[in-house]
Nanobody
Framework: QVQLVESGGGLVRVGGSLRLSCGAS????????MGWFRQAPGKEREFVAA????????YYADFVKDRFTISRDNAKNTVTLQMNSLNFEDTAVYYC?????????????????WGQGTQVTVSS
C-alpha cells in the first residue's frame, strides 16, 4: 500500500496560481487511480479531480473545470494539481487520495489511502 504526502499549499492572492504535488512511497503507484479532494472549514470534504492509472482519463468537479488540471508521472510516483484563477471559495485543506479501483471516481469511499492534506488559503 502506498503512503501519500502532499506539498505545495500556501497563501495566494485571488486570481493567482498554485501547484500541489502528491508524492507516493511504496510500490505499484501506477496501479492506483488518484484523486484530489478538499475540505473547507465547516464543510464536508468534496471531490476536486481524479486521474486514471495511466493518466489517460481525467475527471473534474464542475466548479474547477478549465481552472485546475490534474496530471501524474508514474515514473516519479507523483500526481499534481495545477490550480489557476483561484478565488476565495478555493480556500481549503487539499487531500490526495489513492484507489486500487479501476475506475476514476468522485466518491471519497472509492479511495483507500489518504494523505495528511495541505492548506491552501486564497486572500485578497
Amino acid at each position: 500500500q502506498v503512503q501519500l504526502v502532499e506539498s505545495g499549499g500556501g497563501l495566494v492572492r485571488v486570481g493567482g496560481s498554485l501547484r500541489l504535488s502528491c508524492g507516493a512511497s511504496g510500490r505499484s503507484f501506477s496501479s492506483y487511480s488518484m484523486g484530489w479532494f478538499r475540505q473547507a472549514p465547516g464543510k464536508e470534504r468534496e471531490f476536486v479531480a481524479a486521474i486514471a492509472r495511466s493518466g489517460g482519463g481525467t475527471y473534474y468537479a464542475d466548479f474547477v473545470k478549465d481552472r485546475f488540471t490534474i496530471s501524474r508521472d508514474n515514473a516519479k510516483n507523483t500526481v499534481t494539481l495545477q490550480m489557476n484563477s483561484l478565488n476565495f471559495e478555493d480556500t481549503a485543506v487539499y487531500y490526495c487520495a489513492a484507489s486500487t479501483g479501476g475506475v476514476v471516481s468522485a466518491s471519497s469511499g472509492h479511495y483507500d489511502v489518504w494523505g495528511q492534506g495541505t492548506q491552501v488559503t486564497v486572500s485578497s
